[in-house]
């Protein structure tokens, strides 16, 4: 009877931990501008490490004239995930100049929302406002 007893209750801390714990989606991968404009492209790479980002993205616009990428693979895009691993704030730069620019990420289980919440400043950026993107 006793051992019932301490089966139950170490059954009970597993699931109250495994309920309390975030739900951390792996987002790491490619991700591309899902109906973007004809004259623009938009992608992003990801790493997600727990709930930390690190990636780069790659926004060419003006028919190709602005290609705001690093073919170096440089990143420009840091930020953490929430506890639902399905929203994050990210900080990220142009390959223009533009520092200190902001963007939140949300993912709704099939594809990746980018919007800009705050401009870079001090250079250009060519990275579209807001964009849906989808896992290639």
Not at 40 to 68: M, P, W
Not at 74 to 89: F, K, Q, R, S
Request: charged fraction near 15%; hydrophobic fraction near 40%.
């Amino acid at each position: 009877m006793k051992m019932v007893k301490v089966l139950i209750t170490l059954l009970f801390w597993i699931t109250a931990i495994a309920i309390a714990s975030p739900v951390v989606v792996p987002l790491s991968g490619d991700w591309e501008w899902l109906n973007a404009p004809e004259s623009q492209t938009f992608s992003i790479h990801l790493e997600q490490h727990g709930r930390n980002l690190i990636g780069q993205y790659c926004a060419v616009t003006q028919s190709g004239n602005k290609i705001d990428c690093d073919a170096d693979k440089n990143p420009n895009i840091h930020g953490m995930l929430d506890e639902t691993g399905t929203i994050a704030v990210v900080d990220f730069s142009s390959f223009f100049g533009g520092d200190n620019g902001k963007a939140s990420l949300n993912f709704d289980g099939k594809s990746l929302m980018w919007h800009i919440t705050r401009q870079p400043v001090d250079g250009q950026s060519y990275a579209p406002t807001a964009a849906t993107l989808i896992h290639r």
